[in-house]
Nanobody
């Protein structure tokens, strides 16, 4: 079992930056593909970014490419999402997720095994 706790959300003006962090419990963090997802009210949960177990491979949604960067520190059991040039449409509840069933960097929410509670990001225009 892996417990995930996100932090770093908040209110920011369009064009600003935020850095989200997710801390995982346990000693198996390096065995998990990690992902960030987001869900706005009335919408389905959508993929944002994911990173491989060793951090050598990453994947991004087209909507955030060039603006967001995912990274991880296996020694500290953390995964981060640096978000730059934020837009009002980035407003959402952001979730950290862990996948233990495969090494594949996967954009499908249903393929992730553990989820955090989420941290709210609000971007004002």
């Amino acid at each position: 079992q892996v417990q995930l706790v996100e932090s770093g959300g908040g209110l920011v003006q369009a064009g600003g930056s935020l850095r989200l962090s997710c801390v995982a419990s346990g000693r198996t963090f390096s065995r998990h593909v990690m992902g960030w997802f987001r869900q706005a009210p009335g919408k389905e949960r959508e993929f944002v970014a994911a990173i491989s177990r060793a951090g050598s491979a990453t994947s991004y949604a087209d909507s955030v490419k060039g603006r967001f960067t995912i990274s991880r520190d296996n020694a500290k059991n953390t995964v981060a999402l640096q978000m730059n040039s934020l837009k009002p449409e980035d407003t959402s509840l952001y979730y950290c997720a862990a996948r233990q069933s495969s090494w594949l960097v996967d954009p499908t929410p249903g393929d992730y095994d553990f989820w955090g509670q989420g941290t709210q990001v609000t971007v004002s225009s």
